[in-house]
Structure formats: C-alpha cells, structure tokens
Nanobody
C-alpha cells in the first residue's frame, strides 16, 4: 500500500481546505485509515480516523465539529474536509493506516498553513 497526500495550502483563519489521500494497492478498502498531523516542534498526532467501511469515525477533540473524514473505496481515496480553520491547525498532514501502530512508510504529507 502506497499513499499520497494532496490538497494542502495557505488559507486564512476561518477558511476551508479539503485534503485527499490517494492509495495504491488492493488492501486500502480493508484498512481503517487515519489522518495525522505534525506541527513544528511537536509530535505527530491523530486528527481523525475512519473504519474500512466508512461508517465509523473518530476525531481529535481539537477538530470535532470542524473536520470531516470520509473515504471512497471505489476510488481508493480518503478525504479530510477542514472547515473553520485555525492557526493551530497549521501542520504537515499525513494519511496512513489506523491505529498508528499499523502505520506503513510515511510519505511527504501535505502542508497546511493557516494565517491569522
């Protein structure tokens, strides 16, 4: 399974972005997946996760009500819709298996920068 994140960018506080995670490999549809982020000087943290069938999701408290995780197994793609962005959301965002103990090779991620 190989993963490629995209969709990051520079946005003003209060704005929105939608991240995508494109997967190659046949195991995507059977894996629970997560979005993670790492801000400068901080540890990587879980942002949101979604079960293989897309029915069950979990969110970090800091993003609840603002972010929405989804997936389309037919397209082998996972998404993160981010609304009402805050400066503290600034980080590099990664996708990978969930839980993190199941994580594979980490890609380059996609940079999200929120200006206040």
């Amino acid at each position: 399974l190989q993963l490629a994140e995209s969709g990051g960018g520079l946005v003003q506080a209060g704005g929105s972005l939608k991240l995508s995670c494109a997967a190659s490999g046949s195991t995507f549809s059977i894996n629970a997946m997560g979005w993670y982020r790492q801000a400068p000087g901080k540890q990587r943290e879980l942002v949101a996760a979604i079960r293989s069938d897309g029915v069950s999701t979990i969110y970090a408290d800091s993003v609840k009500g603002r972010f929405t995780i989804s997936r389309d197994n037919t397209k082998r793609t996972m998404y993160l819709q981010m609304n009402t962005l805050k400066s503290e959301d600034t980080a590099v965002y990664y996708c990978n298996n969930f839980p993190i103990t199941m994580a594979l090779y980490w890609g380059q991620g996609t940079q999200v920068t929120v200006s206040s």
